[in-house]
């Protein structure tokens, strides 16, 4: 082992041997150290390119609803167009506007009232289920169900008109309307009479008196004009048909 | 001793060209065997320099510290102790003691040093 000795003994042999060994794992080892480094950073990019992937597709949405609105003007000004050629498009145009109005496919207006339900702004109490003091699916439907019954033409919650097709659904922490998620504050937009629409949700042991029980927020007032938007959602069916004659 | 030298560096240059890494699960037990493998490479070197080098104990030193490294860095994973932070500090501690004699014999040899220099 004397650095004197140019030749090489058994000893220093077998050390060569091992420290060969050594030398390979070692930078076996630091490649892979490496890899993982690498690995952690490719998860992390992958992580940012997918949130600028959806923030990408949410703006696409707003354009292509923005496209669908633009392509419906274009199909009303045709209708227009084409009622004023002849009298039998004039009833039949009269007679789709109708069908559009009870559908939900058109921008709606009239008197009616506007609801504002929020959770209960009671701080939490020990002993007590929080929950019920938080507002539900089955509160919306209930309210929904009281203004359908007193006579509502069209509704909307959180300007997502209710049509045939709407879920109310428990989603989390969060209420699903057309399947688009909201959280409280909700605001129940309905046209009909004003006045007997607000009296059916304030009848005693009504809808309203149940919920303020629980110390819920509720704020209901009347409006000569409230605006409806109209369902946005998509109108594919895949499954229904229109039953043929004979069959 | 450059012939040692020679190996080391082959030895990395093979690890490095050869495409096989280490898989990541047991990245941590070669990383503590490494450490016991450096100790006893250092060990080496210092009873080299102080005359008193025995191969049988060198090889049985590399061989059997390297395992039991890698087997403590295990254990602790199964156990939930890191127990190879052990193995780190035993062996780092080890190093650097083995270093610094090292340095003293080697300078000792090269100059005349005053007795409080040498407690240092």
Known sequence: MKVKIKKPTGGQVAIAILLLVLGILMSMQIKS?????????????????????????RKENV???????ELEKKIKEYQDSAASISKTTELLKEELDKVKILAGLTDVEGPGIIITLDDSKIPAQPNVDPNSF???DSDILQVINELR?????????????????????????TISINNTRYSAPYIIKAIGDPKILKNSLEMRGGIIDLLKEFSIEVKIEEASKVVIPRYT??????????????? | MIVLVVALLVGILIGLFIPISIPQDYSSYVAVGLLAALDS????????????????IFISGFVGNTLIAMLLAYMGDMLGIPLYQAAVVAFGVRIFQNFGEMRRSILIKNKSFSKEEKNQ
């Open chain 1, 33 to 57: 150290v490496r890899q993982s480094n690498e690995l952690k950073n490719l998860e992390k990019a992958r992580a940012i390119e997918l949130a600028e992937q959806i923030n990408q597709l």
């Open chain 1, 233 to 247: 959602g998509s109108l594919k069916f895949n499954y229904v048909k229109i039953k043929s004659e004979g069959s």
């Open chain 1, 134 to 136: 938080l507002l539900h």
């Open chain 1, 149 to 173: 019954a007193a006579g509502a033409e069209a509704i909307a919650i959180n300007d997502q008109r209710v049509v045939s097709t709407t879920e109310i659904r428990c989603a989390g922490p």
């Open chain 2, 41 to 56: 490479i250092f060990g080496a070197l210092k009873s080299n320099l102080k005359g008193d080098f025995k191969i049988d």
């Open chain 1, 63 to 69: 354009n292509l609803r923005q496209q669908i609105y």
